[in-house]
């Protein structure tokens, strides 16, 4: 019986020794055949031509774990999100239990937060982006009577537009003799014109808007800057707008409708307009003298609404807010991953009397718009 069970056991080592090398082998002939076909794959990349349409790789930052490293021909200065801290920077300890506003709504239903007043610390943010040696991109279109909002924005911003960081402005204008010659910048900040034509209408100078920004990222932003920010010149600045409210898309809730349920909403409603949005979509209103991100995310918007724009032209259509309607149709279906307060678009014929504002940081002056649009 002994001898009888011992054979079965050598039996069994045999058996298993085969299976094991035979596992073995074909695990050894799968690596070496992908091997192959790696440097196989490897060779003809190698020997792939550089030309415009297919730019060499080699140097070109990448912008994000798992993103390309370059889209639509164009590359994207790298933009690190990890947020590190100096050892001797000790920060306030944030209470699970003790939210810090409990009047407003401080995060979005997909988890985006809103900033407000009292919902970040300003030592703490500045510290993780500060490190990173950031340029800012700001536009700003200041065409016909507007100009003469230009120098007050300016002034506003040096004390209080992302103070600290690299800003480079870009001034959109038909007459560059009147953009402001003596103002002087802070260090590491720079202003660029650039000339566009006189346009018929004032709805034209919203409506090509998209389009302008778009080439201008084409052209050079995209080389120069790591974020973009669009911003309105009847504007001034009151306080921090900081680098609280970078993020890859970011946009601003209107102050005239946070208060109103979607349904009041001015929406573009016909369906002729490639922005127009169903009365049960939509989360919030996003005003459109400001907003902004990361180049590549800012570009894919602005090229987005310029095709819409030219959609609705082909067919004599006009949304009802011009580029602010296309805005807001684009951020219905891409969600903005940080949304400003109101704080940061206020508008000063409101009053300064809403409960819920602790500190306006930007906001529009109070102007004759009849008297300032020189067309109707």
């Known amino acids: 019986m002994i001898r009888k069970c011992e054979h079965w056991l050598l ?18 002939t799968s690596f070496s055949r992908n091997h192959k076909l790696d440097r196989q794959d490897s060779g003809v990349n190698h020997h792939l031509p550089e030309t415009p349409e297919t730019p ?35 920060s306030n300890q944030a209470k699970l239990m003790e939210p810090v506003r409990t009047d407003v709504l401080t995060v979005t239903p997909w988890l985006a937060p809103i900033v407000w007043e009292g919902t970040f610390d300003p030592l703490v943010i500045d510290e993780a982006f500060r490190s990173h040696t950031l340029t800012i991109a700001t536009t700003v279109f200041a065409v016909g009577k507007y100009t003469r909002f230009l120098r007050d924005f300016l002034e506003s911003s040096e004390k209080h537009f992302m103070v600290g960081l690299d800003v480079h402005y870009y001034v959109f204008t038909d007459l560059p003799g009147d953009v402001p010659s003596n103002m002087t910048l802070g260090v590491g900040r720079l202003l660029s014109i650039v000339r566009v034509p006189k346009f018929d209408r004032w709805q034209e100078i919203s409506l090509r808007r998209m389009e302008l920004i778009q080439t201008a990222i084409e052209d050079h932003i995209h080389r120069e800057a790591h974020y973009i920010f669009c911003l309105d010149v009847d504007m001034m600045f009151h306080g921090r707008v900081g680098s609280e409210v970078l993020g890859r898309l970011v946009a601003a809730i209107h102050p005239w409708f946070y208060m109103y349920p979607r349904s009041q909403y001015p929406y573009e409603r016909r369906a002729v307009s490639t922005a127009s949005v169903p009365q049960d979509q939509g989360d919030f209103y996003y005003q459109a003298n400001i907003f902004g991100g990361v180049l590549e995310d800012v570009h894919r918007l602005t090229k987005t609404c ?7 032209k082909s067919v004599g259509v006009e949304a009802v807010w011009q580029e602010e309607s296309h805005l807001n ?15 940061y678009v206020w508008d000063d014929a409101r009053g300064r009397d809403a409960k819920e504002i602790k500190l306006v940081r930007f906001s529009s002056v109070i102007k004759n718009k009849a008297e300032v649009r020189e067309n109707p």
């Open 329 to 343: 149709w684009y951020l219905v279906k891409n969600k903005p991953t940080k949304l400003l307060s109101p704080e």
């Open 56 to 90: 060499p790789l080699q140097g070109i930052p990448r912008i994000g774990e798992g993103l390309s490293e370059y889209v639509e021909g164009l590359t994207w200065r790298q933009v690190n999100n990890q947020v590190v801290l100096n050892h001797r920077l000790q």
């Open 306 to 312: 310029r095709e819409n724009l030219e959609v609705d």
């Open 11 to 28: 039996a069994l080592v045999i058996a298993g020794g085969m299976v094991l090398c035979w596992l073995v082998f074909s695990c050894c």
